[in-house]
């Protein structure tokens, strides 16, 4: 943390998030969530995930849309349970924060692949690694 005058004012830097006060740091990842589009509290995002829910049901979607809607939904039941997603992470990231057992590491290795998925070099996911990663996010959100 650093303080600085300029001019009549007082600045105060802080090197990273963590160093923010609680409060800040609260109103911070507000202001993330609303600039991502999905609200700015859980019922928001619950009924961003219940549009993208409903857009899937209509089946006019790829298997990587499918794994994304996946990865969204169980992350959303991670947060509700307390853990805190900082945004700045990467999926590899967070996989590593939250001590992965294999099932859930499965998870995020096919929603890397869906997030470049159509790129070249990028392996197709099949409809049986879709079904295996919807048993995954039941069971790990139950």
Known sequence: MKKMKLGEHSVVMF?????????????????LMLDAG???DLTALDA????VGEFI???ETDNAARVRFIFIDYMIRRIKKG?????CMTPAEIGAEIALEDDEKALF???DKARYAGQRGVEEITDAMVGELQLVNRKRNQ
């Open 38 to 40: 999905l609200g700015s």
């Open 57 to 59: 049901k209509t089946g």
């Open 83 to 87: 853990y805190f997603m900082k945004r």
């Open 109 to 111: 290795a096919v929603y």
């Open 15 to 31: 090197d990273s998030i963590e160093e923010l006060p609680i409060v800040r740091f609260q109103k911070y990842n507000k202001m």
């Open 48 to 51: 961003h995930l219940a549009r």
